[in-house]
């Protein structure tokens, strides 16, 4: 997949693209039939290109500690990557770009790719105030020789599928549910930091993650699958603020610890970005009075994310044994 950045000058590395435009956030059913839909149009020749802004625009406005995304820019790229798209398109939401007319937009962003046809959400708004809607976007279209293809949106309980939605269901730890609405597994996508080494010292060792931005789950212990170099390894992954050995110290921190166990694993994952998938909660965060006594729930951890894994009867390659 070509990754491009701005909007300016990429009518030569774009061959008479069909895109989807939007912010697609956390990429859920709704954004996935957006794509979907441009990835089946018959178009021989022609690149297949996703359209998407960073930052979001709600951060951009909003003076507020706003709350993370579901998934930081790189996350998505990711999976723009795996869902076949020849190209992604980059945009900084910017002055320029928030401050732009909607035909304005049209005719610089859209036109200046050479877009021909573009697929958005029935709710999708741009351009100056939100001026600009799906509808007006048609309009503008027209004028320029532009399709413009309406998306309807996705229903789950009576209700759209919406990223305020599956945001919410994940920081109330409702994984069952975000799984539904996204048509994958909850994953965050992090870098793997240097840590204190407590659970090398006592034979559990654990690579800590900085996550990118992303909203995770709320404090616990949970089974968990990671993919590392083309295997799926099963893992136990901790969030928390490790009062064992701080108290209540650490929730001066903006965001919790998050460590994952890997057994079976072997080599240096420093510096990595790799993304763990959530299957399901195995307790809630505790105190104990030392560390024996967590070395020993810690060991029913991982025997109870074996028993998750034989349940759901997919075990990791590796097979947790």
Not at 45 to 69: C, E, L, W
Not at 269 to 284: K, P, T
Request: glycine share 12%.
């Amino acid at each position: 997949m070509k990754l491009l950045y701005g909007y300016r000058s990429w009518r030569s590395k774009l061959k008479a693209p069909v895109a989807c435009i939007g912010i697609f956030d956390g990429v859920h059913l709704g954004h996935r039939k957006v794509i979907a839909r441009t990835m089946a149009f018959n178009a021989p020749g022609r690149d297949r290109i996703v359209i998407t802004f960073d930052p979001h625009p709600r951060n951009y406005f909003s003076s507020r500690n706003d709350p993370p995304r579901i998934m930081s820019l790189e996350h998505r790229l990711s999976i723009f990557e795996k869902m076949g798209l020849d190209a992604a398109v980059v945009i900084n939401f910017s002055e320029a770009i928030a401050s732009m007319a909607p035909e304005d937009f049209v005719e610089k962003v859209l036109v200046g790719m050479g877009v021909g046809t573009v697929f958005a959400g029935s709710n999708f708004y741009f351009g100056a105030g939100k001026k600009g809607s799906i509808k007006e976007l048609a309009k503008i279209g027209k004028k320029f020789g532009i399709q413009v293809k309406s998306v309807p949106p996705v229903k789950r309980d009576g209700k759209i599928v919406s990223s305020t939605w599956i945001r919410d269901l994940i920081s109330k730890g409702d994984l069952v549910r975000a799984k539904r609405l996204l048509g994958r597994p909850v994953s965050v996508l992090g870098t793997v930091v240097s840590g204190d080494k407590r659970g090398r010292r006592f034979g559990i060792p654990t690579a800590n993650i900085d996550p990118h931005h992303e909203v995770i789950p709320p404090p616990g212990v949970y089974a968990v699958d990671i993919p590392l170099g083309g295997r799926s390894y099963g893992g136990v992954l901790n969030i928390g603020f490790k009062p064992t050995f701080y108290g209540n110290k650490l929730k001066a921190r903006k965001e919790p610890c998050i460590e994952a166990h890997i057994p079976g694993f072997s080599g240096d994952l420093y510096g990595r970005h790799i993304e763990i998938f959530f299957l399901s909660r195995i307790r809630g965060e505790r105190r104990f009075s030392g560390e024996d006594k967590l070395k020993e729930q810690i060991e029913k951890d991982i025997s109870a994310a074996k028993g998750i894994f034989r349940k759901a009867g997919r075990l990791a390659v590796n097979r947790m044994t």
